[in-house]
């Protein structure tokens, strides 16, 4: 009974990854179009997102030295952001699980929550890699 037991755990942490997407960075502007961020800033938030994820939603970064999580294609910390547990909660009001997935949504809700509170100078990726330095280039998306 025990191992079926951590058989159904596997499977099910398994699963989460099940819904993950690596965008192509076309398909990511388009996704960020749709999702409402500012013309202006998609170069800003592409660079982003490749500096933070690779544009695969079901990276979760390893554990910090406080032992805190980066969650997700924008990257986004469950110290203050998302609640590891089954209910929503912390500042975003969401689970980071629902971070993980290829309906980036509840992700891009949160990271302009974020952004409205600190800029992207609250993404260490964006600052060592695309603050004051060529962005990419999304003209043909």
Known sequence: MHK????LI???????????????????VQELRRQGFPTNQLRNWVCLIEAESSRNTAIISEPNSKGWRDWGLFQINDEFWCSTTNSPG??????CADLITDDITKA????KIIFRRHNFNAWYGW???????PLPDISRC
């Open 127 to 133: 600052i060592n890699k695309c603050r004051g330095k």
């Open 10 to 28: 596997a499977s099910a942490a398994l699963c989460l990854r099940c819904e993950a997407k690596v965008f192509t960075r076309c398909g990511l």
């Open 90 to 95: 912390k500042d975003c009001n969401v689970r």
């Open 108 to 111: 891009s809700n949160c990271a």
């Open 4 to 7: 079926l037991v951590i058989l």
